[in-house]
Nanobody, 113 residues
Framework: VQLQAFGGGLVQPGGSLRLSCAAS?????MGWYRRVSGKQRELVAD???????NYADFVKVRFTISRDNSKNTVYLQMNRLEPEDTAAYYC???????????WGQGTLVTVSS
């Protein structure tokens, strides 16, 4: 399975971005992680194929994860972005049987005035 992420870029503080990640075929749980410079990669949010969601405390309310199973795609709507959200964002997916993990390429989000 290949995962391809889109949607990163430069945005001003308080702005919004929407990330997308498309899987090459049907996939189970999908999620977004991020790596802030100098830190370890951390979970942002994930979502099961049934639509159950899980968020990191630092993004609750501001970010929304969703998915379109007909397109094997997961989205991350990011609102009220802060400079601290600047990071490389990575899409992660699990196979339908939950055994195999797949990672997409990172997409860079820069929040700066």
């Amino acid at each position: 399975v290949q995962l391809q992420a889109f949607g990163g870029g430069l945005v001003q503080p308080g702005g919004s971005l929407r990330l997308s990640c498309a899987a090459s075929r049907a996939i189970g749980r999908m999620g977004w992680y991020r790596r802030v410079s100098g830190k370890q990669r951390e979970l942002v949010a994930d979502i099961t194929s049934a639509g159950s969601t899980n968020y990191a405390d630092f993004v609750k309310v501001r970010f929304t994860i969703s998915r379109d199973n007909s397109k094997n795609t997961v989205y991350l709507q990011m609102n009220r972005l802060e400079p601290e959200d600047t990071a490389a964002y990575y899409c992660k997916g699990r196979s339908l049987n939950g055994i195999t993990t797949y990672w997409g390429q990172g997409t860079l989000v820069t929040v700066s005035s």
